[in-house]
C-alpha cells in the first residue's frame, strides 16, 4: 500500500515537471531604469520556452517597434523580448513599462504580462528657494531668530524627474535631521529643518543644495542667520583712569556686543543722574565732586544687558574740611589736651601737627587728632595743622587756621633750687624764671640773720630791691630779679622766691655766694699748671710701663735683698701742709715749702688726682698692710684723695720692687712737677 502510494507522488511530480518545462514563463521580468535626456536605454524581459509574440505597453499605451527608436535588443525566438530605446524623452519614454507575451494558442492560458518597470527619463529641478514654514513665497534677506530659541526654515525644489535630494549645510557644515515631502503631482520636493540657535550662530550661512545627477551646474539656495540677542557690554579705556586730576579730560568707552544695534546709556551710582547716552563718554575738564562710580549700560529690541561699573578717581590737593576744638582754647597745666583735624584729599592727605612758638616752630605729631596729656606751660602757642598728599610725584599740602592754646595754672619753676657766684662789692642781679598764668604775686625772703625781710615785685629795702618782672622769651613765662647793691660776703646765703596765684603756689631757693675775683695772672698759671701736669702724668704712666716689663725673677730679688723697706708704705698724696711720708722705721717729714698765690689752683688739682693704670691705683685700692708694720702709728691727717707709694712707684705685678736698689721715690721727680710748689706726703 505504502508503496503503491509513493509511486503516485513520483508520478504526479514527474507530471508536473513536463508540463512546467513545455510551457512559456518569465526568465527575467523588466525593471526600475533611469536614463538622461537624449540617451539610450535597453528594457530587459527574457522568456523560456517562449511560444507566444512579445509585446511591450507604457502607461497602458502599446507600443510598436519604430526603426531610431523603439528596436528590439534581442532574438525574439530564444525568448529574449528585450527592447532598446534610443533617443530618451521625457515626454514619451518617461512612465511604467511593461513586457507582455501572447498564449502558445488560444487554447492555451500562459499568457504572460509583467509588473509594471517604471523608466524614468532624467530632467533636472527647474528651481529651488527657501520659505518660512506656513507660507508659500519664499522670503529674502537673513534668516532671523532670538539667541536660545530655534528656528524652521523649508527648502522648496521644483521639477526635476526623479524627484532630487536636497542637502543642508549650516555654517559649512553638513546638517543632518532635516524631513522631506514629495508631491509627484505637482514636481515639488520639500525639505524642512528645525535649527536651534545662539549668539554665537549670528552671521552663519544657512545652504540649501539640490542633488540630482542631471544638474549640469550646483543648484542650491542659501541666506544667512541673524541672531538677535540681548547686549553684553564691556568698557575701553585709553588711558590710565587712576591718574585724572581737577582739569583733566576723562575718556571712557562703553563697547556693547548686541544684535540688533543697543541704545547707551551712561549715569552716576546713587544719584541715577544720566550724563551720556553714547558709546564714548567724555567729561571736559573734570572736577573732584565728578569723581564716583559711573555705569553703563545697553538696550536693544531683546532686552536690557547686565550694567559694567568704572570707579573715576580725581586726584586733588587737600582741602582742611574741620579744625577744633575751637580757635582759642584754654585748658589747666596737667590737664589732657585734644586738637582734631579732617581734611579731604586723593590720594588721602597725610597730618602733621606743627607747634609755633614767640622763638620756634616744632613738629608735635603725624596723627589726625593731636593729644597731649599733661600739659605744661611749653605747650602754649600756636598750633597748625597741615595736610599733605602728592600728585605725580609733586608735593600738594594745604594749613589749618591756627587754634591759639593757652595754659593757666599754678607757677611752675623748671627747678627748685639753683645757685649763683657773685664778685665781691658789686650790684649782685639774681634772676628766676617761672610760668603761670595768672601772672603770680611774687615775693622774696631774703632770709639770714636779722634779715626776715619779705620784698614784693617793685620794692626795696636797703641794698635788697625786686624789680618788675619782665616777659620771658615764652608766652605766661617771666623773670623775677632781685639786685643786691654792693654785695659782701655777709650776704651770702639762700634766697626764696614765693610765687602764688589762685591756683597755687611755687617756691625757688636761690644759693648766693659772694667771691673774691681770680686774678688774671692766677687763671693763666692754672691753666698751664693743668696742661703740663696733663704731659707729666702722661710721662709717668709710660715709665711705669715700662718697670711693668722687668721680669719677675729678678724683682723678687730685689724684694730679698731689700729687707729693711717695706713694700706696703701707705704714702699719699695730700695738699695738707702737715702730710708726712711714712715708712717702716719711723717718720719722715719733707720741709714745707712756700705756695705761691699763683700755684694754688695746681695744688687743687693734685687733690683730685687719680690714675688707674697698674702703677698706680683709683685712691679706694689699697694692698695689704704687712704685718710688721700693723703697729706703725696712722697719719693724724687725710687727704681726701689719696695714691699709694708703691702703687705709685712700681707695677703691681713686681711686688712693689727694691728701694734699696732704686733708692727713695721721688714722687715730685716721678712726676716731673714744679719744684716750687709744695706737696705733702703721709
Not at 524614468?120 to 537673513?142: D, I, N, Q, Y
Not at 531668530?145 to 522648496?156: D, P, R, Y
Not at 630779679?481 to 631757693?509: F, M, P
Amino acid at each position: 500500500m505504502l508503496k503503491m502510494a509513493g509511486e503516485l507522488k513520483a508520478l504526479i511530480v514527474l507530471i508536473t515537471l513536463k508540463l512546467t518545462l513545455s510551457t512559456q514563463h518569465w526568465d527575467e521580468e523588466p525593471g526600475y531604469k533611469e536614463v538622461n535626456p537624449g540617451g539610450e536605454i535597453v528594457m530587459v524581459c527574457l522568456v523560456k520556452n517562449k511560444k507566444g509574440e512579445c509585446r511591450w505597453e507604457r502607461d497602458n499605451t502599446p507600443i510598436a517597434a519604430f526603426a531610431g527608436k523603439y528596436e528590439w535588443a534581442g532574438d525574439q525566438s530564444k525568448g529574449d523580448c528585450s527592447l532598446r530605446i534610443l533617443q530618451a524623452n521625457l515626454e514619451y519614454d518617461n512612465g511604467g513599462w511593461v513586457c507582455q507575451v501572447t498564449a502558445t494558442s488560444f487554447k492555451e492560458k500562459d499568457t504572460l504580462i509583467s509588473h509594471p518597470a517604471n523608466l524614468v527619463v532624467r530632467a533636472p529641478p527647474t528651481s529651488v528657494h527657501l520659505r518660512v514654514p506656513g507660507e508659500s513665497s519664499p522670503f529674502t534677506g537673513p534668516l532671523v531668530a532670538t539667541s536660545g530659541s530655534e528656528v524652521e526654515v523649508e527648502c522648496v525644489a521644483n521639477g526635476g524627474n526623479p524627484p532630487p535630494g536636497l542637502q543642508w549645510y549650516i555654517g559649512g557644515r553638513r546638517w543632518e535631521g532635516n524631513t522631506e515631502e514629495i508631491n509627484q503631482e505637482t514636481g515639488v520636493t520639500v525639505s524642512r529643518v528645525r535649527l536651534p540657535v545662539t549668539r554665537g550662530d549670528d552671521k552663519k550661512e544657512v545652504r540649501c543644495e539640490v542633488v540630482h545627477e542631471a544638474l549640469a551646474d550646483i543648484l542650491e539656495e542659501k541666506t544667512i542667520l541673524e541672531i538677535h540677542y540681548l547686549p553684553q557690554v564691556s568698557m575701553s579705556l585709553s588711558e590710565d583712569i587712576s591718574d585724572y586730576t581737577e582739569g583733566d579730560t576723562a575718556t571712557i568707552s562703553c563697547i556693547a556686543d548686541a544684535n540688533p544695534k543697543a541704545d547707551i546709556l551712561w549715569y552716576r551710582d546713587g544719584s541715577g543722574e544720566i550724563v551720556g547716552r553714547r558709546e564714548t563718554l567724555k567729561i571736559m575738564n573734570i572736577k573732584r565732586d565728578q569723581a564716583g562710580v559711573y555705569i553703563c549700560k545697553a538696550n536693544n529690541s531683546v532686552g536690557q544687558s547686565d550694567t559694567k561699573k568704572i570707579d573715576i578717581q580725581v586726584k586733588y590737593a587737600p582741602v582742611i574740611i574741620s579744625v577744633g576744638p575751637k580757635a582759642n582754647v584754654t585748658q589747666l597745666l596737667r590737664s589732657k589736651l585734644e586738637l582734631t583735624c579732617e581734611a579731604s584729599g586723593n590720594p588721602l592727605p597725610q597730618y602733621t601737627w606743627i607747634h609755633h612758638t614767640e622763638t620756634e616752630s616744632t613738629v608735635r605729631g603725624h596723627e589726625k587728632n593731636l593729644i597731649i596729656t599733661g600739659l605744661t606751660y611749653r605747650d602754649q602757642g600756636q598750633y597748625e595743622c597741615r595736610a599733605t598728599n602728592f600728585i605725580r610725584g609733586e608735593e600738594k599740602f594745604v594749613k589749618s587756621t591756627l587754634i591759639a592754646v593757652n595754659v593757666t595754672g599754678a607757677p611752675k619753676v623748671k627747678e627748685r633750687r639753683s645757685e649763683v657766684f657773685i664778685l665781691r662789692g658789686t650790684d649782685a642781679i639774681v634772676k628766676v624764671e617761672f610760668c603761670a598764668d595768672p601772672l603770680p604775686k611774687q615775693t622774696w625772703h631774703l632770709g639770714g640773720p636779722g634779715h626776715s625781710v619779705l620784698l614784693s615785685s617793685e620794692c626795696s629795702h636797703e641794698k635788697f630791691s625786686v624789680l618788675k618782672e619782665e616777659p620771658s622769651t615764652r608766652e605766661d613765662c617771666y623773670i623775677s630779679t632781685l639786685r643786691i647793691e654792693g654785695a659782701e660776703k655777709t650776704d651770702s646765703r639762700e634766697y626764696v622766691l614765693h610765687l602764688e596765684n589762685y591756683l597755687g603756689l611755687e617756691t625757688h631757693t636761690v644759693r648766693v655766694n659772694i667771691g673774691e675775683m681770680i686774678a688774671q695772672e692766677t687763671l693763666i698759671g692754672g691753666i698751664v699748671g693743668g696742661a703740663i701736669t696733663i704731659i707729666t702724668i702722661l710721662i709717668a704712666l709710660v715709665c711705669c710701663v715700662r718697670r711693668c716689663c722687668k721680669s719677675e725673677k729678678q724683682l723678687k730679688q730685689d724684694i730679698e735683698s731689700n729687707a729693711g723697706w717695706s713694700s706696703q708704705s701707705d704714702v699719699s698724696i695730700s695738699t695738707d701742709p702737715h702730710s708726712e711720708v711714712s715708712t717702716g722705721t719711723g717718720h719722715t717729714t719733707i720741709p714745707d715749702l712756700v705756695l705761691k698765690k699763683d700755684e694754688k689752683k695746681y695744688v687743687q688739682y693734685l687733690e683730685h688726682l687719680s690714675v688707674s693704670q697698674e702703677c698706680i691705683k683709683p685712691p679706694s685700692l689699697h694692698s695689704p698692710t704687712p704685718s710688721n708694720l700693723t703697729d706703725r702709728p696712722p697719719s693724724s691727717t687725710r687727704a681726701p684723695s689719696q695714691v699709694s707709694y708703691n702703687d705709685l712707684c712700681f707695677p703691681k705685678t713686681s711686688n712693689y720692687g727694691s728701694m734699696r736698689k732704686n733708692g727713695r721715690c721721688d714722687i715730685a721727680a716721678k712726676l716731673n712737677l714744679p719744684p716750687n710748689s709744695v706737696y705733702q706726703f703721709h
